[in-house]
């Protein structure tokens, strides 16, 4: 009896704390299960998952491409500034020698404002003049078939904008964004509504033209500035190939007072469908450079505005203009040498993405001009060849 007593005695206390133990890391678990479930409560547009802080911060720094952009709207994702507080904004950066928020030389300020499109049809355009004689809106209703006109070669030549500088420097900008130095004409002939966009009819009126900078023109990594209004539309239509669908682009030179080059311009672009709805502001300015917006010559003549329709493969006037002439080009006859054509002394070919070569396979494909008519158009030198071209 005694050692029954004592084995009983023996055994039973650890069976007691055993089980004491077990209980308390079971509490404990369940208590940090219990944590790490509140920690990061779900919302309305993710699933009803824990995820770590790192892994939401990471998404929420996640910024659209520019081609992703164009069709889930761009404008959403930047702050909008007021119409009537745009000029002033630009007055900002172009006295200061800045290439924008983006250091692009554009930012995008919420959907498009568009005015003046009752009277217009698709594949129609329209080009203004202010009373001082000053290039002012351009409108048209862009068509697939006009994207697919224009493609693979300048569709004409550009023109001298009205106030078109007597002397255009060759200067050397240095970009914040890319680090790279720009080496050439300041001023480039801008086009409001773009020959990829709108053909042969973006040449009709020279009230399509304003003087921008270079960098204006094409920003500081040739995907900026007007440029990237541009591929907006251009996207557009390569993600809808063959579609009915119209675009509304308008573009309005911003001056400041008497001013006869502008400090920007406001470009608005919507899609018939809806997908594509922005408007991006561009800066007129160039990095290092102080700018004398009212230095530049008068403009020859005055006139209220300019029509053009066009078709898919031949633009036709809707009323004649009278465009001031495009520059002469030498008679320098490009030679060949096997498949290539050799472009001669000073001269280069230049395609539709504003670069120029020196020699080519398909010489149709461009347009062939002196390299100071080139450089002076905004077309810079490629900076590596490819099977079809050489720089």
Not at 98 to 115: D, F, I
Not at 233 to 248: C, D, F, L, R, V
Not at 335 to 347: I, R
Not at 362 to 381: I, L, S
Request: aromatic content about 8%; some cysteine; charged content about 15%.
């Amino acid at each position: 009896m005694m050692r029954k007593h004592r084995e009983s005695s023996v055994v039973k206390p650890p069976r007691l704390k055993k089980w004491w133990l077990i209980g308390i890391v079971s509490l404990a678990l369940l208590a940090l299960a219990s944590c790490e479930t509140i920690t990061q409560p779900p919302t309305d547009h993710a699933p009803k998952t824990s995820i770590s802080k790192s892994a939401a911060t990471s998404q929420k720094n996640t910024t659209p491409s520019t081609a992703e952009s164009s069709t889930v709207n761009p404008a959403s994702q930047a702050p909008q500034v007021a119409a009537d507080k745009i000029l002033a904004q630009l007055i900002t950066y172009t006295n200061e020698r800045s290439a924008g928020p983006k250091q692009n030389y554009y930012w995008e300020n919420g959907t498009a404002t568009l005015s003046g499109f009752e009277t217009l049809k698709a594949g129609e355009a329209h080009f203004e003049a202010d009373e001082n004689g000053r290039a002012a809106t351009a409108r048209a209703i862009l068509t697939y078939d006009q994207y697919q006109a224009s493609k693979g070669s300048r569709q004409g030549q550009p023109l001298d904008p009205p106030h078109w500088p007597k002397s255009n420097p060759k200067i050397a900008i240095t970009f914040a964004l890319t680090a790279k130095t720009y080496h050439g004409y300041l001023y480039n002939r801008s086009h409001s509504i773009a020959d990829s966009l709108l053909g042969e009819a973006s040449y009709t009126s020279k009230y399509n033209f304003t003087t921008g900078t270079r960098s204006q023109n094409v920003g500081a990594d040739q995907h900026g500035g007007m440029r990237y209004a541009e591929e907006l539309a251009e996207h557009y239509w390569k993600s809808h190939p063959q579609t009915s669908e119209t675009i509304s682009y308008q573009t309005k030179p911003i001056y400041n007072g008497n001013e006869t080059m502008p400090r920007g311009s406001i470009v608005d672009i919507k899609s018939s469908d809806g997908l594509l709805d922005v408007e991006v502001v561009v800066i007129n300015s160039a990095e290092g450079i102080t700018l004398d917006y009212q230095a530049l010559a008068p403009a020859s003549t005055t006139a209220s505005s300019e029509s053009a329709s066009a078709t898919a493969t031949h633009p036709t006037p809707s009323i004649v203009p009278t465009p001031e002439p495009a520059p002469v080009t030498p008679h320098h006859p490009y030679t060949s040498s096997g498949q290539w054509s050799v472009a001669a002394p000073g001269m280069v070919f230049v395609s539709t993405s504003h670069k120029y070569y020196t020699s080519v396979i398909n010489p149709q494909n461009y347009v062939y001009q002196t390299q100071g008519e080139a450089e002076a158009a905004g077309a810079v030198r490629a900076s590596r060849g490819n099977q079809y071209a050489r720089p």
